[in-house]
């Protein structure tokens, strides 16, 4: 689980892991350690933007990549779906406008419509892809609201399975994906 080195788990005799001692972390233990250090550019807020500009906003800077590396499921008239870089859960993905809008009431009626058809398909993949139990959809609107880029307005779609809320997130403030986001990304926008 945590990989063979220092801190980690290295192979014992039997091919059990065996516990690697790493100086100046304290009083030895028998618990493994998963490191997550990509998580620390969200908590640090890295290529978060300052202003409410469209200039420096990720959601509009990621539409003139390439789909694959800005981890685009699809595209349509006025919306599009992204995979979230810090997900909560296996096949978090968002639906984004393309126009650098705030807030829901300033959404056009082809905006509301897509948006709402996006999120229908996003559902109707993740189900064909990985037999989701449910889902978490939802968008946090203004900072004190929760959204960490307030000024693009993006709905989250989050699949949910029983017993996918465990120990790691509680107490290790960790959360385990077992899949890349790029391979992830190749699953649903296959299935899409």
Do not use: I, K, Q, S
């Given at each position: 689980?945590?990989?063979?080195?220092?801190g980690g788990a290295g192979s014992g005799d039997a091919g059990e892991p065996s516990l690697e001692g790493q100086d100046g972390v304290g009083v030895r233990d028998e618990l493994q350690r998963l490191w997550t250090p990509h998580r620390m550019a969200y908590i640090q807020g890295e290529n978060k933007p300052s202003g409410d500009e469209a200039d420096g906003c990720?959601?509009?800077r990621i539409t003139g990549a390439d789909d694959e590396d800005a981890l685009i499921?699809?595209?349509g008239a006025v919306v599009y779906?992204?995979?979230?870089?810090?997900?909560?859960?296996?096949?978090?993905?968002m639906v984004v406008p393309?126009?650098?809008v705030a807030d829901y009431?300033?959404?056009t009626a082809d905006e509301t419509r897509e948006l709402a058809e996006f999120t229908q398909r996003a559902m109707t993949v993740i189900r064909t892809v990985s037999a989701a139990h449910g889902f978490n959809i939802g968008m946090n609107q203004g900072v004190i609201a929760g959204a960490g880029i307030a000024a693009h307005l993006h709905q989250h779609v989050v699949p949910r399975w029983g017993g996918d809320s465990n120990f790691m997130p509680v107490v290790g403030q960790t959360k385990v994906l077992p899949q890349l986001l790029r391979q992830t990304r190749q699953l649903l926008a296959d299935a899409w």
């Open positions: 689980m945590a990989g063979d080195g220092p990720p959601f509009c499921l699809a595209r779906a992204v995979l979230n870089l810090y997900p909560y859960n296996p096949g978090h993905l393309y126009r650098h009431t300033e959404l």
